[in-house]
């Protein structure tokens, strides 16, 4: 006899790595109300972490939680002051608050242009405002300031099952970010996927002072600004290109970018987002 599944695509709040689990249909079957607290041990999800991921009835995620057998020196020490200062707070505390997937999703709003909201039922303790400033702080003119990260609240109260308020909500606003401070993302709106986040992040991580990793987040959004604003001149003086040809002249000029289909892909994105709609018209598939 098998047994009925529910799959659940779980995402390690630590450091982002995503994998689908099956769980029993049995184990919500015992509960018609309210949440389930699942444990994923280390090497389930990821390699590193074990954490517990909250669902609810029905197998929708709606949040994780940390497990720290062995607090990390690193978590304990971050002091709160140390926050106040002012290059805002180090990104451990930003990963620890939000979780790794949400502050790269984050950097793809801010970047790329999409309106992102925080579900909350109460204050959280990160304010929309420092978590623009640290945001917009990192993306270079004219593109910063130009989206901000707002908040929809959320009242248990009158909806007590949360997975349901979460698909009024993306029914709602379709096109938005939407993440949770429970660590969980609700909506992502675009298709490309957060290698490109993920990526510089984790190379930020390496240092440990905030100045270092948010010169260091900035430098790469910079660079791949620059390229996409030169992608712009090329399409602009052309009637139409090939995407092979506008790949191989991209990745001959900019010498120190290579040009691969993700790359292709996030560059599009750019200009599609932030310049113009009909300029990519000018590519032919
Ligand atoms: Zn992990």
Excluded at 128 to 150: G, V
Excluded at 246 to 260: A, C, H, S, V, Y
Aim: charged share 30%.
């Amino acid at each position: 006899m098998t047994e009925e599944i529910i799959v659940l695509r779980p995402a390690c709040p630590k450091c982002g790595v995503s994998k689908v689990i099956p769980i029993p249909k049995s184990v919500f079957a015992q509960k018609t109300f309210g949440f389930i607290k699942i444990q994923v041990p280390q090497g389930a999800c990821c390699e590193e972490h074990q954490f517990i991921v909250i669902a609810d009835t029905k197998g929708r995620i709606i949040g994780y939680e940390a497990i720290d057998l062995s607090v990390s020196k690193e978590e304990e020490e971050l002091p709160e002051l140390e926050i106040k200062s002012e290059v805002k707070f180090p990104l451990q505390y930003l990963i620890n608050k939000l979780g790794f997937n949400s502050v790269a999703g984050l950097l793809h709003a801010k970047l790329f242009k999409y309106d992102s909201f925080i579900i909350k039922s109460s204050e959280t303790d990160i304010s929309l405002e420092d978590l623009n400033d640290y945001y917009d702080y990192l993306i270079p003119e004219p593109y910063k300031n130009s989206i901000k990260i707002d908040s929809v609240d959320y009242d248990d109260q009158i909806f007590p099952n949360p997975g349901y308020f979460y698909s009024l909500v993306t029914n709602q606003k379709t096109k938005a970010f939407l993440f949770n401070p429970r660590k969980h993302i609700v909506q992502m709106p675009w298709r490309t996927n957060l290698y490109y986040e993920t990526h510089i992040i984790n190379f930020a991580l390496e240092r440990k002072d905030p100045k270092e990793q948010t010169k260091i987040i900035s430098d790469s959004i910079t660079r791949f600004i620059n390229d996409s604003e030169f992608a712009k001149t090329i399409l602009e003086g052309v009637k139409k290109i090939t995407e092979k040809d506008f790949m191989k002249t991209l990745d001959e000029k900019l010498t120190l970018t290579t040009i691969n289909k993700y790359r292709m892909a996030l560059t599009k994105e750019f200009l599609r987002r932030r310049v113009s709609v009909d300029l990519l018209k000018k590519i032919k598939k």
